[in-house]
């Protein structure tokens, strides 16, 4: 898998927003299903977003759903997550990575929340930091 590049993170106040850039230089984003994912001090890497390749179409956790949007602008070969209403838990460092399937691999999970085959996305660059605090 390539390798993208995240950039766009800084300190917001819990409610605020924040928009991060996913980029790889040289590199057609078109061609690729683009995810966001984000690990906190001392925890594991969480998955938070994707976007489909083929369609556009979206998929996000219950933890992120209607807060946070995922877009990709392929004439420019950039991919976006636009975070709203930021809560303390949402401090982490913010990765975005791709895979070359058709689809975002997501899965359903046990509790019917959503998921995705974080093995696939093993390559995901350098990342930004979001911290939100009052």
């Known amino acids: 898998d390539v390798q993208l590049q995240a950039s766009g993170g800084g300190l917001v106040q819990p409610g605020g927003s924040l928009r991060l850039s996913c980029a790889a230089p040289g590199v057609t984003l078109d061609s690729y299903n683009i995810a966001w994912f984000r690990q906190a001090p001392g925890k594991e890497r969480e998955w938070v977003s994707c976007?489909?390749?083929?369609?556009?179409?979206?998929y996000y956790p219950n933890s992120v759903k209607g807060r946070f949007t995922i877009s990709r602008d392929n004439n420019k070969d950039l991919a976006f997550l636009q975070m709203a209403d930021l809560k303390l838990e949402d401090t982490a460092v913010y990765y975005c990575?791709?895979?070359?399937?058709?689809?975002?691999?997501?899965?359903?999970?046990?509790?019917?929340?959503?998921?995705?085959?974080?093995?696939?996305?093993?390559?995901w660059g350098r990342g930004t930091l979001v911290t939100v605090s009052s």
């Open positions: 990575a791709a895979d070359k399937g058709a689809l975002c691999k997501v899965v359903i999970t046990p509790d019917l929340d959503l998921d995705i085959r974080k093995e696939e996305y093993d390559s």
């Open positions: 976007i489909n390749r083929s369609d556009g179409r979206t």
